[in-house]
């Protein structure tokens, strides 16, 4: 759950995240010294969710070209083993 967590939801919603940190912050600067507060509803939304989407493919791109393995291995899914859960790996090709 914390995988899908860190590689879906949080580079999507990390831009939309900072622009309404900025917002708070800037809201509360313009209350100490005059000015208008900018709105959190007129936001740049169409580009926030656009940069969403890019980190997060950038984020799965990065996964998926850091995390495999090599060409010459073979992959063993999980199994039961004498009553034992094994998980998934990776082995040596067998000639």
Not at 7 to 24: E, S
Not at 33 to 41: K, N, T
Not at 70 to 90: A, F, N, R
């Amino acid at each position: 759950m914390s995988r899908m967590l860190f590689t879906y939801v949080v580079p999507f919603l990390l831009p939309a995240a900072v622009y309404a940190a900025w917002v708070w912050y800037r809201t509360g600067y313009v209350a100490r010294h005059g000015g208008e507060a900018p709105r959190l509803e007129r936001g740049p939304w169409p580009l926030l969710m656009f940069l969403g989407a890019v980190s997060a493919m950038t984020v799965l791109s990065a996964t998926a070209l850091l995390r495999g393995g090599s060409p010459d291995e073979t992959y063993v899914p999980p199994h039961l083993e004498k009553g034992e859960m094994i998980p998934g790996h990776l082995e040596p090709k067998k000639p």
